[in-house]
């Protein structure tokens, strides 16, 4: 049925209020959060692997080990926001990550190395699942790839701004007496720690409380959010997914789950080993390049990721999502990673590369619309986090394994053939799921009309 005039006139400025005065602000918070987790990739091969004599599984231990910190209270920290609200709970994550991440300036071990980056990853836990659950609980889910696709940008944006200020502040050598990539992991934390105040006083637990909505725009957002979590809240009485045990023992979240194991596993191989495998172009074709230019090299692949993903999660919402939208960039993936070991120069392989990163940032924020069609309230904070913690597991996974096997093998070889299975494997599940049913997409916001499930 087609909404009447007044209530879509309501619909569309309500959806426009929270995407410029929520999503530009939260996706801030994402850029810094994952510029601080990924600034020791920058720093390795600009001097910290050298000071610290670091071995390539020693620095993928260094990288993966943030991931098992964050695992230890992923879960609880999700539930904990669900119960004090996400402007308390998100701004007290930020605060404490921005003062561990403050401390990596004065690191002179590779033990102090391991517990910082650990401690780093408890201190961020919950982070990103709850910036996810956030944002859920603002639009229903016919308009939620869309926001989480902004949202999104952030990600490979962070590389795009990212590593030039990285190069720029690691060629800022000597200042206060630090080496450059001391400094970077100064300059780069504090905006997390000044962020963290901001939130507490900025953002809005709910719709209800949001005083620059109108009280038309309010009562429409809570009206179609409370009537979204009772159809789910029905369907999970009668599938059993209603409670976090149930939510446990959800084969569709463990699905889900192995799903974003495989595309986190090829994300952070990609965001911890490329400015290491760039670093290598100088030995393996005889180029040579600035600290700037390496950095300049790592973002290429990131900005047109950035734009396919703009244009893909807008395809989904138009069009509705379809396991294609999943499935089909995990299969581009998994295929070019290993192909770009092939490739005779610098500019091909980081060609190669390039559709790598398109493919994963396409796929994720059609990927993270999924789990909130099924589950609603507690279900869904423990959900959404236990599919995080996956991702998690692969972070770590992929950062220990692919340095342990390139020191095994001399080569990066077999490490992107074992990304390139597991996004494979992503596609694999992703169109068994659809299969079995129970990811259906809502109506597309522009028809108000219902569309076929996700298959």
Known sequence: MVADAPSAAVERTAIKKVSVRL????????????????AVSFAEPNGMGEDLALTAAQ?????????????????PSNMALHRFGARRWLARI????GIVSLLFTWVDSTGQLYTLRFLLGVAEAGFFPGAILFLSQWVPSRHRTKILGLFYLAQPLTTVFGAPLAGWLIGRHGLFGLEGWRVMFLFVSLPAIVLGVVAWFYLVDRPADAKWLTPAERTWLTDALAAENAQKTGHETKHAKGDLKKAFSSGRVWVLALVYFGFVYGLYALAFFLPTIIDGFQEQYGTTFSVMDKAWITAIPYLPAAIVLFFWTRHATRHGTRVWHVAGPAVVGGVTIPL??????????????????????????????????FLTGAAAAAGIALINTAGNI???????????????????????????????LSAVLMTLLSRRGGTAEPAPAAAHQPVEALR
Do not use: Q
């Open 23 to 38: 999503v530009p602000f939260v996706a801030l918070m994402f850029f810094v959060n994952y510029l601080d987790r990924t």
């Open 59 to 75: 620095f993928g231990f260094a990288s993966g080990i943030f991931f098992l910190g964050y695992i230890v209270l992923e879960v």
């Open 94 to 97: 930020m605060v404490t990550w």
């Open 340 to 373: 770009a070991l092939y490739m005779g120069s610098p500019t091909a392989t980081v060609a190669v590369i390039t559709v790598t990163a398109c493919s994963i940032f396409a796929a994720l924020p059609v990927f993270w619309s999924v789990p909130s069609r």
């Open 394 to 424: 692969a972070g770590f996974a992929s950062s220990y394994i692919t340095g342990w096997l390139k020191d095994w093998t001399g080569a990066y070889y077999v490490p992107l053939y074992l990304v390139g299975f597991f996004m494979l």
